[in-house]
């Protein structure tokens, strides 16, 4: 080490700085010029750009103010869609997080050997493409020969048309979302876990705590930082959610699982109206970044 | 007692997880009567090479498959390069606007993808560049979450290991290439997988992007397959089964590198 030291040693220039293109000031513009290239054209270009179609209508981009936002107000398609991304979201958050939860305690006890199995278990379906599973949940959510049905039938309980009727489809969309994403959840939650100080658990057990106010009084406060920001991505995915109804149901029977986006879609790329489609757009990211904002407060004034 | 308890229910969980890929397996093996037959098969039928054959034919599976490997390692491989160079500059850098900059690359997670569908549609036709391997990897090279991931990550790496490489006369991009990235690996790792995961399993943006059937990618031929009247589902699912099994090998591969660097993302935020 001295001896390379040595050598570059009398090669610095003494006075002034050397001054080439590449210089310390410029240097880091340059390593981000790829990343801000890519942002500047395919991220915010775009964002702003659908700004302005939202505003327009037809492919002459006729400017017609609000228009096309006062149209969604009064489209009652536009609001089955809203009510049922709604109802999933609302179903769906509580159900997923806390699943997601208990999992991740299952899978941090002490009690259970083998829990890199376990885990690894439980995560290997969030690797499924959204297309590869709609397609396999199709047929296990299939009336007659699917396997949730046969399933069922230990039970005794009778074949359920999980995609026929605009109850159990809805269900069935929740059932398949939550196979896909608790496991991705609960490993979250259990990076988590592990985060916390083992301490704080033995200090509470030797004041007599059970496990219930263990987990209320120390987990649950020690978790709340990660709780918030799954319940954000949560929140984000659900909203946007287009995949599952897309290949299981098309929206079907009769809207009852249309979402937000599929109408979206349906607008932009069936009926060619952007500008309808970009006001869908705008109204879905000003309802996630609002949501999002009331749980970030919410979560802030528990603390 | 309680152990056993326990056991018993993370064998459920994990039966519930992993049950439906054996089925998804055997299912893929049996023709469309079978499947739809009661109760579920549960071994393997003798249509493999048949529904095999017949994805064949019907959405060209290799030239489908080598577009999906194509478009996903191009944009894994362009993807990592940008993440890992401006991770860098953030984390070792202080330089005018760089919070705003950061936050500003950040923010556009909050802004849903659906927002651009349009425009980006609108540019890659100006571009000419619809029905294009281009048009499907350039959106996605900048990933705010690898970025992200890489300046949580780098702004670990100790000063006076650059600064011994500085002194030694290596430029930047060197100090990066031989000393960031390999101290690096295990969280260059994760995002590698994450970021082929994402560019496999993609489907709305190539469903827009792309026009033939033979510049389709996996997902959105299966959904074309899907969406026919008289839908083959020895096919579908057997498409199914085979667009999963890459992701799982690659998981199985680097599950420890993949788990450690969800929870980089996760706890850090």
New interface residues.
């Given amino acids: 080490?001295t001896l390379?030291?040595d050598r570059?040693a009398p090669?610095r220039p003494q006075g002034k700085p050397r001054r080439t293109l590449?210089d310390r000031?410029t240097?880091?513009?340059l390593?981000?010029m790829?990343?801000?290239?890519?942002?500047l054209?395919?991220?915010?270009?775009?964002?702003a750009?659908?700004a302005w179609?939202s505003l327009t209508t037809g492919s002459a981009r006729t400017f017609v103010g609000l228009d096309n936002y006062a149209r969604l107000m009064h489209d009652p398609v536009f609001w089955t869609a809203l009510r049922n991304t709604a109802l999933i979201l609302v179903v769906q958050l509580p159900l997923m997080l806390s699943l997601a939860l208990l999992?991740s305690l299952?899978?941090n006890?002490r009690?259970?050997?083998a829990r890199a199995?376990?885990?690894?278990?439980?995560?290997?379906?969030s690797?499924?493409?959204?297309?590869?599973?709609?397609?396999?949940f199709?047929?296990?959510l299939?009336r007659?020969?699917?396997?949730l049905n046969?399933l069922l039938s230990f039970f005794g309980i009778d074949r359920i048309d999980w995609l026929g009727s605009p109850v159990w489809a809805r269900i069935g969309i929740v059932i398949a979302l939550n196979?896909h994403y608790v496991?991705y959840y609960a490993?979250?939650y259990l990076?988590?876990l592990q985060?916390i100080p083992k301490e704080l658990y033995e200090a509470a057990m030797v004041d007599g705590a059970g496990p219930v106010t263990r987990f209320r009084r120390i987990t649950v406060p020690q978790l709340r930082?990660?709780l918030l920001?799954t319940m954000v991505l949560c929140t984000?995915d659900t909203?946007?959610l287009?995949?599952e109804p897309y290949?299981l149901t098309n929206g079907g029977p009769d809207n009852a699982t249309i979402t937000v986006?599929m109408y979206?879609?349906e607008n932009?790329?069936k009926y060619f109206d952007?500008g309808y489609?970009?006001a869908i757009?705008?109204v879905?990211?000003l309802l996630?970044?609002v949501l999002?904002l009331i749980q970030a407060k919410l979560a802030g004034e528990r603390r | 007692m309680k152990r056993w308890a326990l056991t018993f229910a993370l064998a459920a969980a994990f039966g519930l997880c992993v049950g439906p890929f054996y089925w998804l397996a055997m299912a893929a093996t049996h023709d469309d009567k079978d499947i739809f037959t009661w109760p579920p098969k549960f071994w393997p039928g003798d249509h493999l090479w048949d529904n095999l054959a017949g994805l064949e034919e019907s959405i060209g599976l290799t030239k489908v498959a080598l577009n999906s490997a194509v478009v996903a390692s191009t944009q894994t491989i362009g993807g990592l390069v940008v993440s890992v160079l401006a991770g860098y500059a953030f984390a070792k850098f202080h330089f005018r606007g760089k919070n705003i900059l950061f936050v500003l690359l950040l923010s556009s997670l909050v802004i849903p993808s659906q927002v651009r569908l349009i425009p980006l549609f609108e540019m890659m036709l100006d571009f000419g560049l619809l029905d294009s391997y281009a048009a499907l990897v350039l959106p996605g090279l900048t990933v705010p979450f690898g970025i992200f991931l890489m300046r949580q990550a780098m702004s670990g790496l100790p000063d006076e290991l650059l600064d011994a490489a500085r002194v030694d006369g290596a430029g930047e991009l060197r100090i990066i290439w031989r000393v960031v990235v390999p101290v690096m690996r295990p969280v260059i790792a994760a995002l590698t997988i994450f970021l082929f995961l994402w560019s496999w399993n993609e489907f709305v943006w190539p469903l827009i992007a792309l026009r033939s059937p033979e510049m389709h990618t996996l997902p959105v031929a299966m959904a074309t397959l899907n969406g026919l009247s008289e839908t083959d589902f020895g096919q579908v699912l057997l498409a199914s089964a085979l667009s999963t099994l890459p992701v799982m090998v690659l998981f199985l591969f680097f599950q420890r590198q993949f788990i450690s660097g969800l929870l980089a993302g996760a706890t850090k935020g």
């Fill in positions: 080490m390379l030291l570059s090669a590449i000031r240097l880091p513009y390593l981000l790829p990343a801000l290239l890519g942002f054209i395919f991220k915010a270009y775009p964002i750009k659908s179609i999992l299952g899978l006890s009690l259970v050997k199995v376990w885990r690894l278990g439980v995560f290997v379906p690797l499924t493409g959204l297309v590869a599973y709609g397609v396999m199709s047929v296990i299939n007659d020969g699917g396997l046969w196979w496991g490993v979250i990076a988590g985060g930082p990660i920001l984000i909203l946007q287009f995949d290949v986006t979206l879609y932009a790329f952007f489609a970009s757009a705008y879905l990211a996630v970044i999002g």
